[in-house]
């Protein structure tokens, strides 16, 4: 099956600051891909998505970066606040199914 | 209210019961998941339907079955629960097919099975 992994299983940051978070994909086929939040006791919720013919996207206060060469995403956070504190997961889209990322637990210090 | 509804929240059952979990939507998507969330695992596909008529099976279905009784309503069943399937299960909709947009997810029930 596909692996979809991240750097990173923690990551604390100060108020304020920015917060990058890392995931590695497995299949250079795949050609959508999603950064999933997940709060405590909460179904993921969508952040953020890219497809594979773009590099960058930026949302509010957010920014997917996508390297293909590597294959790599990342989800950089400007300003992280203590709302932002919850997991986060990358997702790839291929063959019709997404493969979803163990996520990377982001805590902001105030 | 919620878009995607789950029900129940939490369960605790024994093995070799048969559980049914029901997931409900009110955004008018055809097509509706089912996923299993583990610790130190990402989520896994369980089953997936395009409109009531279609079901299909996702990455890890053994032990599973689905039924789509409206477009509204797609509910998972444990014929006859094991302990390794203790985990959270989350519902999820989309208006396009995976790959194709995102996905609204509902709260998730945890199951846990004795």
């Known amino acids: 099956g596909e692996s979809v992994g991240l750097h990173l299983p923690t990551l604390s940051v100060q108020e304020g600051d920015n917060s990058i978070i890392n995931c590695a994909y497995s299949?250079?086929?795949?050609?959508?891909f999603i950064w999933y939040k997940q709060e405590s006791g909460k179904g993921p919720q969508f952040i953020i998505d890219?497809?594979?013919?773009?590099d960058k996207r930026q949302g509010q206060r957010v920014t997917v970066l996508l390297n293909k060469t590597v294959k790599h995403l990342s989800l950089q956070i400007a300003a992280t606040q203590p709302g932002d504190s919850a997991v986060y997961f990358c997702?790839?889209?291929?063959?019709?199914?997404?493969?979803f990322g163990t996520g990377t637990s982001l805590t902001v210090i105030p | 209210d919620a878009d995607v509804t789950q029900t129940p929240r939490n369960r605790i059952t024994k093995t070799g019961k048969r559980i049914m979990l029901e997931c409900s939507q009110t955004k008018g998507h055809d097509r509706m998941y089912w996923y299993r969330q583990d610790p130190g695992l990402g989520l896994r596909l369980i089953y997936y339907s395009f409109d009531v008529k279609d079901i299909n099976k996702g990455e890890i279905s053994d032990g599973y079955s689905v039924s789509r009784q409206a477009q509204a309503k797609f509910s998972l069943s444990l014929e006859s629960a094991i302990p390794n399937q203790t985990a959270l299960y989350f519902c999820a909709t989309s208006e396009l097919p995976q790959g194709g947009g995102e996905q609204f997810f509902g709260p998730g029930t945890r199951l846990t099975v004795l």
């Open positions: 299949n250079s086929a795949s050609d959508y």
């Open positions: 890219i497809r594979s013919n773009m």
């Open positions: 997702a790839e889209a291929y063959g019709n199914q997404f493969y």
